[in-house]
């Protein structure tokens, strides 16, 4: 193992075409007061890596010398490679480092081959090198830091050779991997690793901003719910004479089964009343006041623990909430996040913008600072209309193409009624029979579904009703339901119109259950898949015409089927309309230019101008 010679690095490595980088540091965070590099290895020859100390307390080499011969290195054109590459790009530029154009990365390469493994760089290495893990040899040091780190005490830094074997076995193992990953990728799969590679480019700076929440909102909304929380608690107590315990389950069923005498409506595994979420509302009719105050005490407690105190407690002194994005965190293909944590071991603190329910109350403390506004920019019904081409199914088709509410229509032909005689509520049943149906769900299963997430109640024979009513509205879904489950069955996959695979070895499963499960995948994974990898397009040209116009704005992320900018307020108005000509004509045009699909419906993108993201809003471009 060298890590020592500069000058003998230097020549190796800028004679070698592909590169692999890594970082080993400590904590996880680059803003983090107390983060540093440890190390960086670099390996351009398989067998051959170099390992560069920096801060380690044994680096005998003077910085600025490293520095000027990694930034040389990094500046230099070749195949840049690493595993997860975005968090060291992120630390890198944090420390003033010179960043290398790293165009290629063996987690994503590894997701896109198959989705549903381990892609941690020792798993990668023993499935595909038949490499032994070698993770353990760090484990105890990284424990130790971690530890120190929480309890502010001085760091342990490993012992150098612990830290360089390993670090060098990183960055050689990656190099490994990518010579034998690369040429598993077929063409549509290389297609996507380089589009996922830009998505990637973009989070970096996504990052490193974060979105801004100020400390008094976040006081405010936290004492409101606790005093909503009061109030429920009282209210309980004044209609049954009880001073529950919200959190207790045992209390609970106390409450409602021998207090008020309620019907148990369902059980839990160990055979005691069910109090969850779906039977209180299904006995809601029964005691409506004392329910709404158990689900009012929930929803304030769940908003104050999961969201308020932790988003409180993370807010750096820019008083910016800061996410860590994980491009290979789910099967379809969307993102996945989760707050920034400061070091390596530590489960995410509280729930991520990812988690935040569609409640303006609490998305309310997504603000912008001063002299800036928010950009909320949301494709409509996206799903319905990847679901739509997808099909080929006419009448929703030819709908979108008109400009119809799909909603409405459905509301329409379930309701019985003329569209101009179509009610709010009408429409928001529609939405459930749109979303329940679409998948190929049961009737029985709809009724639950529309009950759960709608709050809208289907006898068996009213549910089997709409079904019938809704496919022979759309008389071109069951037919793709059928010609899917008949692919997936002879194939064992699906793929989406971009290229993205979506493995299903359950469809092969002695078990009914899980064959009929991975035909409902089937089905969705290519909608889900290609509405996201439409949003992800759209904030990355989003991105890029920002930098391409040296706008003042930045965005601040993608969360579902939005894209979240901030921008100085003489700007933000003329960026939205910008923003929603790129993500209705313009993402259409590079998905056609980069993967060779024609998309045959139109989109459309509501785009709001906001003080705060889903209230306060000044202008609505629909």
Same mark, same amino acid.
Request: proline residues 5%; glycine residues 4%; negative net charge.
């Given at each position: 193992?060298?890590?020592?010679?500069?000058?003998?690095?230097?020549?190796?490595?800028?004679?070698?075409?592909?590169?692999?980088?890594?970082?080993?540091?400590?904590?996880?965070?680059?803003?983090?007061?107390?983060?540093? #590099?440890?190390?960086?290895?670099?390996?351009?020859?398989?067998?051959?890596?170099?390992?560069?100390?920096?801060?380690?307390?044994?680096?005998?080499?003077?910085?600025?010398?490293?520095?000027?011969?990694?930034?040389?290195?990094?500046?230099?054109?070749?195949?840049?490679?690493?595993?997860?590459?975005?968090?060291?790009?992120?630390?890198?530029?944090?420390?003033?480092?010179?960043?290398?154009?790293? *165009?290629?990365?063996?987690?994503?390469?590894?997701?896109?081959?198959?989705?549903?493994?381990?892609?941690?760089?020792?798993?990668?290495?023993?499935?595909?090198?038949?490499?032994?893990?070698?993770?353990?040899?760090?484990?105890?040091?990284?424990?130790?830091?971690?530890?120190?780190?929480?309890?502010?005490?001085?760091? +342990?830094?490993?012992?150098?050779?612990?830290?360089?074997?390993?670090?060098?076995?990183?960055?050689?193992?990656?190099?490994?991997?990518?010579?034998?990953?690369?040429?598993?990728?077929?063409?549509?799969?290389?297609?996507?690793?380089?589009?996922?590679?830009?998505? !990637?480019?973009?989070?970096?700076?996504?990052?490193?901003?974060?979105?801004?929440?100020?400390?008094?909102?976040?006081?405010?909304?936290?004492?409101?719910?606790?005093?909503?929380?009061?109030?429920?608690?009282?209210?309980?107590?004044?209609?049954?004479?009880?001073?529950?315990?919200?959190?207790?389950?045992?209390?609970?069923?106390?409450?409602?089964?021998?207090?008020?005498?309620? +019907?148990?409506?369902?059980?839990?595994?160990?055979?005691?009343?069910?109090?969850?979420?779906?039977?209180?509302?299904?006995?809601?009719?029964?005691?409506? $006041?004392?329910?709404?105050?158990?689900?009012?005490?929930?929803?304030?407690?769940?908003?104050?623990?999961?969201?308020?105190?932790?988003?409180? *407690?993370?807010?750096?002194?820019?008083?910016?909430?800061? !996410?860590?994005?994980? %491009?290979?965190?789910?099967?379809?293909?969307?993102?996945?996040?989760?707050?920034?944590? +400061?070091?390596?071991?530590?489960?995410?603190?509280?729930?991520?913008?990812?988690?935040?329910?569609?409640?303006?109350?609490?998305?309310?403390?997504?603000?912008?600072? !001063?002299?800036?506004?928010?950009?909320?920019?949301?494709?409509?019904?996206?799903?319905?209309?990847?679901?739509?081409?997808?099909?080929?199914?006419?009448?929703?088709?030819?709908?979108?193409?008109?400009?119809?509410?799909?909603?409405?229509?459905?509301?329409?032909?379930?309701?019985? &009624?003329?569209?101009?005689?179509?009610?709010?509520?009408?429409?928001?049943?529609? &939405?459930?029979?749109?979303?329940?149906?679409?998948?190929?769900?049961?009737?029985?299963?709809? #009724?639950?579904?529309?009950?759960?997430?709608?709050?809208? $109640?289907?006898?068996?024979?009213?549910?089997?009703?709409?079904?019938?009513?809704?496919?022979?509205?759309?008389?071109?879904?069951?037919?793709?339901?059928?010609?899917?489950?008949?692919?997936?069955?002879?194939?064992?996959?699906?793929?989406?119109?971009?290229?993205?695979?979506?493995?299903?070895?359950?469809?092969?499963?002695?078990?009914? *259950?899980?064959?009929?499960?991975?035909?409902?995948?089937?089905?969705?994974?290519?909608?889900?898949?290609?509405?996201?990898?439409?949003?992800?397009?759209?904030?990355?040209?989003?991105?890029?015409?920002?930098?391409?116009?040296?706008?003042?704005?930045?965005?601040?992320?993608?969360?579902?089927?939005?894209?979240?900018?901030?921008?100085?307020?003489?700007?933000?108005?003329?960026?939205?309309?910008? #923003?929603?000509?790129?993500?209705?004509?313009?993402?259409?045009?590079?998905?056609?230019?980069?993967?060779?699909?024609?998309? +045959?419906?139109?989109?459309?993108?509501?785009?709001?101008?906001?003080?705060?993201?889903?209230?306060? %809003?000044?202008?609505?471009?629909?």
């Amino acid at each position: 193992m060298r890590y020592t010679n500069l000058d003998e690095m230097y020549k190796a490595l800028s004679r070698a075409e592909r590169v692999a980088f890594d970082l080993e540091t400590v904590g996880l965070d680059p803003q983090f007061s107390r983060a540093s #590099i440890m190390c960086i290895s670099l390996c351009g020859e398989p067998g051959k890596p170099y390992v560069l100390l920096w801060d380690h307390p044994e680096n005998k080499l003077p910085k600025d010398e490293v520095k000027v011969v990694l930034d040389e290195l990094f500046a230099q054109e070749k195949v840049w490679i690493a595993q997860n590459g975005k968090f060291d790009c992120v630390w890198l530029r944090q420390f003033g480092f010179t960043v290398p154009a790293h *165009s290629h990365d063996t987690i994503i390469m590894a997701h896109l081959l198959d989705e549903n493994q381990p892609k941690n760089v020792e798993s990668l290495a023993s499935r595909y090198l038949g490499v032994p893990d070698w993770s353990q040899a760090m484990a105890g040091h990284f424990n130790a830091i971690n530890k120190a780190l929480r309890e502010g005490k001085s760091i +342990p830094y490993p012992p150098v050779e612990d830290l360089v074997t390993y670090a060098g076995r990183d960055a050689d193992i990656e190099l490994q991997l990518f010579n034998k990953l690369w040429p598993k990728l077929d063409p549509s799969q290389r297609r996507l690793h380089d589009f996922l590679m830009d998505v !990637s480019w973009t989070l970096e700076e996504v990052e490193a901003l974060g979105v801004y929440m100020r400390l008094e909102d976040l006081e405010q909304l936290e004492k409101d719910m606790e005093e909503r929380m009061e109030r429920a608690l009282d209210l309980i107590e004044e209609k049954t004479g009880v001073r529950v315990n919200p959190n207790s389950p045992q209390q609970v069923a106390s409450l409602l089964f021998d207090t008020l005498k309620l +019907p148990v409506v369902d059980s839990t595994d160990t055979d005691a009343p069910s109090t969850g979420q779906h039977t209180l509302k299904v006995l809601r009719k029964k005691a409506p $006041e004392v329910i709404d105050a158990l689900l009012s005490y929930r929803k304030a407690k769940k908003y104050v623990g999961s969201y308020l105190k932790p988003w409180k *407690s993370l807010l750096n002194d820019k008083s910016r909430l800061r !996410s860590s994005f994980n %491009i290979t965190g789910t099967v379809t293909g969307r993102l996945s996040c989760q707050n920034q944590s +400061p070091w390596r071991g530590t489960k995410s603190v509280g729930m991520s913008l990812h988690q935040v329910p569609r409640d303006g109350e609490i998305r309310s403390v997504v603000t912008a600072p !001063s002299g800036r506004l928010l950009i909320v920019a949301d494709y409509s019904q996206i799903e319905l209309r990847v679901a739509a081409a997808l099909a080929n199914e006419e009448r929703m088709i030819e709908a979108y193409r008109k400009g119809e509410d799909l909603h409405m229509l459905t509301a329409s032909v379930v309701s019985g &009624k003329p569209l101009d005689e179509v009610t709010k509520e009408d429409r928001s049943k529609a &939405k459930a029979v749109n979303f329940g149906f679409l998948y190929g769900m049961g009737h029985r299963t709809f #009724i639950d579904y529309a009950f759960d997430n709608y709050g809208i $109640e289907f006898s068996e024979a009213e549910a089997k009703q709409v079904r019938n009513q809704y496919f022979r509205l759309y008389k071109g879904l069951l037919p793709w339901h059928r010609k899917v489950e008949d692919f997936v069955r002879r194939h064992g996959f699906i793929r989406s119109p971009l290229g993205r695979v979506r493995n299903l070895p359950d469809i092969h499963s002695p078990d009914p *259950s899980l064959q009929h499960s991975a035909v409902r995948q089937a089905i969705n994974s290519p909608v889900q898949a290609t509405a996201s990898d439409f949003t992800l397009m759209a904030m990355v040209l989003v991105h890029e015409y920002i930098l391409r116009q040296s706008l003042p704005a930045n965005v601040l992320g993608q969360v579902h089927d939005s894209v979240l900018v901030e921008a100085d307020e003489d700007f933000a108005y003329s960026l939205a309309e910008d #923003i929603k000509d790129i993500m209705e004509n313009e993402v259409p045009l590079e998905v056609y230019h980069r993967f060779g699909y024609r998309f +045959p419906l139109p989109l459309a993108a509501e785009v709001e101008i906001c003080r705060r993201w889903g209230s306060d %809003i000044l202008k609505v471009l629909a």
